[in-house]
Each structure stands twice: as C-alpha cells, then as structure tokens.
C-alpha cells in the first residue's frame, strides 16, 4: 500500500507550463522502487483517462499517444516524489489530475493501479 498526495496544480495560460509533483509514502519496508506509479486526468463531464507510467523496476515510461511531446514523467526516488512535466499547456488538458500506484505498468491503464491520491486541479485559461 502507498499513500499518495499530489500537488502542483493551478491555473496557467495556454502555452504555458507545469510541474506536478506525486509524493509517495509507501509502508515500511517497501521502497518507490518496488511500485509503477500512473498519472491520470479527468476533464469535466469526461471520463478519466491515463497519461503516463513510470515503472519502479527499471524507470521505463509509457505516454498517452494525446501527450506525447508535451509531458515527461520522472523519479526521484530518494524523495519518493514522482514528477510530470507539462508543457505548452492548451484547454483541454483542464483537468484534475490524479496519480496512483500499483505493481506494474499496463501502457497508460489503470488496470493494475491499487492506490489513489485525490488529485491536484489544473485550469488552463487565459
């Protein structure tokens, strides 16, 4: 089990950039390491859908096809922090986002994510 917490959200201008950060709290004796940690987004009125995975094992990444280019997940794991950066941020990356943990990456699904932060908004609005 991990405990989640993200933040970093807020509103920006189109074009513009973000930095979201997830910080992980895994239970004693487990490391960032042993986990796939996932970003995921939900627009209003829309489902949510998966952005990225950054696995643990070995640091490999998946990216939502939507996102390519513009976002790039990473690691820290001695700060047990997980990062997405955003960049040229347009409307419809409004949304709150959200990231969750599991054993492994499954592309950008959330298929095999266990564990939940509550989401940091991002408003994209000039």
């Known amino acids: 089990q991990v405990d989640l917490v993200e933040s970093g959200g807020g509103l920006v201008q189109p074009g513009g950039s973000l930095r979201l950060s997830c910080s992980a709290s895994?239970?004693?004796?487990?490391?960032?390491?042993?986990?796939?940690i996932g970003w995921f987004r939900q627009a209003p009125g829309k489902e949510r859908e998966g952005v990225s995975c950054?696995?643990?094992?070995?640091?490999?990444?998946t990216y939502a096809d939507s996102v390519k280019g513009r976002f790039t997940i990473s690691s820290d794991n001695a700060k047990n922090t997980v990062y997405m950066q955003i960049n040229n941020l347009n409307a419809e990356d409004t949304a709150i986002y959200y990231c969750?943990?599991?054993?492994?990456?499954?592309?950008?699904?959330?298929?095999?994510?266990?564990?939940w932060g509550r989401g940091t908004q991002v408003t994209v609005s000039s």
């Open positions: 969750a943990a599991g054993p492994v990456c499954y592309g950008v699904s959330d298929h095999y994510m266990n564990d």
């Open positions: 895994p239970l004693t004796g487990f490391t960032l390491e042993q986990f796939a």
């Open positions: 950054i696995a643990g094992s070995d640091g490999s990444t």
